[in-house]
């Protein structure tokens, strides 16, 4: 029996205090301390393969609180990833992203001094194929 679960969002692992009599792990607890969690995923030692730990919601009504069931071999020896609605980007995605559009706005505030004294719809047109194109290189980057 344990009373804390290994709780990891991949850039730190933090101990969450489980439910004392039943060694759950209270969706509310989980929430508090990762925003947007809505379940838990770990390594199952045996088959090498990621599990799942959605709330007990799926399973039973329950009236005040949901919770995470200790798997049927215990929370030792795991560390549970944070699984979220929507997983965030990596601090590296976010930085690539912001770069892009930072650089893009500089791209297009050159080909509009560029093209002023000529017709607004080249100007349009080469906007739209600059915005295609860094699209297209910033996934060939995360590659």
């Known amino acids: 029996m344990s009373d804390y679960v290994v709780v990891s969002n991949t850039s730190e692992e933090i101990e969450l ?3 004392g009599h039943c060694c759950s792990l209270e969706l509310q607890t989980l929430q508090r301390a990762f925003p947007g969690a809505i379940g838990l995923k770990y390594k199952n030692a045996e ?3 990621l ?3 959605f709330d007990d919601s799926v ?4 009236l005040y609180n949901t919770s995470l069931l200790q798997p049927s071999d215990g929370w030792e020896d795991k560390v549970c ?3 979220y609605e929507q997983e ?3 601090k590296n995605v976010q930085d690539n992203l912001t770069k892009l559009i930072t650089d893009l706005s500089a791209r297009i505030d050159k080909i509009e001094k560029y093209f002023e004294p000529e017709d607004p719809a080249n100007i349009k047109r080469t ?15 995360l590659d």
């Open 59 to 62: 399973f039973r009504v329950k």
């Open 81 to 83: 990833i944070v699984m």
């Open 17 to 19: 205090p489980t439910n």
């Open 47 to 49: 088959t090498g393969r």
């Open 51 to 53: 599990r799942i730990l």
């Open 88 to 90: 965030p980007l990596s």
């Open 127 to 141: 906007k739209e194929q600059i915005k295609i194109d860094e699209f297209v290189e910033s996934f060939e980057k």
